[in-house]
């Protein structure tokens, strides 16, 4: 059974460890949206950051539930990677001043050790690399697309997590960060054999929204490591797992567009959090 920590707002310092039945819902698809803060150490200015450490800290959820950084469910592998696209355009990175998550810049077509096409092997250990940069709540340590091609990938979460109302409600489980949130994207459910299940849910600019209460900006760096000019929005998707037709899962596969009136240029991280605090006594699944 997986514990879950909430924090009751207003009871400073007061942690409650919820056992047994699902807190209740908030219930009704309101449209209210979960608080998420981030804390940037050793910079009192988050946009002096933007080469370090972004970290998530805790999600704040509209009926005051909160979820702290220690019972985040982050992705813990990635399979069945697909990338058509150019050469010096896909990559995973990190801050060159990050603390967490190893720092650097890796290109997907490199890692075989031939740059000049994007091989089977390239893949496969790409895939390794974002399962790294996926591992932990650096905003910073993610992938970042710079062309208008697809990719595709299937994403298993360290572990399953549950929802905590059959229906919709105001406690999203998934936390998809997007630059700019200018990007279309699919999210599927898939059961443990890897088969799709559930609802696919299209991901467009009205669902990656600026983070609340306050923007957080993220960075991005040439290839000698050097911060780029500008300043990049980092903003995130809050999906409920009653969107997937589901009440629990472990696997996903994210794919992203190459059409429909958005970039696929996707630069993406997923954390995750159980909003049920006893997910082992739910049973009930949506096909």
Not at 93 to 107: D, H, R
Not at 180 to 191: E, H, I, P, R, Y
Not at 199 to 222: C, F, H, L, M, Y
Request: proline residues 6%; hydrophobic residues 40%.
């Amino acid at each position: 059974m997986r514990l879950q920590h909430f924090v009751a707002m207003g009871l400073t310092g007061a942690v409650l460890t919820c056992l047994g039945a699902a807190p209740p819902s908030s219930g009704g698809g309101s449209t209210a949206r979960p608080q998420l803060y981030v804390t940037t150490p050793g910079y009192a200015n988050p946009r002096d950051a933007v080469n370090a450490d972004v970290l998530l800290d805790r999600i704040v959820f509209p009926d005051g539930v909160t979820v702290m950084h220690g019972d985040f469910v982050f992705p813990g592998q990635v399979l069945q990677m697909t990338y058509g696209g150019p050469i010096d355009r896909f990559r995973v990175q990190n801050g060159s001043l990050a603390t967490v998550g190893q720092p650097g810049i890796f290109y997907i077509e490199d890692l075989d050790g031939n740059g000049a096409s994007v091989s089977d092997a390239d893949r496969l250990l790409f895939a390794e690399r974002m399962e790294l940069a996926w591992a932990n709540r650096n905003l910073n340590n993610r992938t970042l697309l710079h062309a208008q091609s697809g990719y595709s990938f299937v994403v298993g979460l360290e572990t399953r997590i549950w929802d905590s109302s059959f229906a919709s409600d105001n406690r999203p489980e998934i936390f998809i960060f997007e630059d700019q949130g200018n990007s279309v994207m699919t999210l599927q459910a898939l059961d443990d054999d890897l088969v799709p299940v559930g609802t696919p849910v299209e991901i467009r600019a009205v669902d990656i929204t600026s983070i609340q209460p306050n923007k957080v900006w993220v960075g991005r760096w040439g290839n000698d490591g050097a911060p780029q000019s500008g300043t990049y929005e980092c903003k995130v998707a809050s999906i409920d797992l009653s969107r997937l037709g589901v009440t629990h899962v472990k696997w996903l596969k994210v794919t992203t567009a190459i059409s429909g009136g958005g970039e696929a240029s996707a630069d993406l991280k997923i954390i995750c959090v159980d909003t049920s605090p006893a997910p082992a006594a739910q049973t009930m699944t949506f096909d």
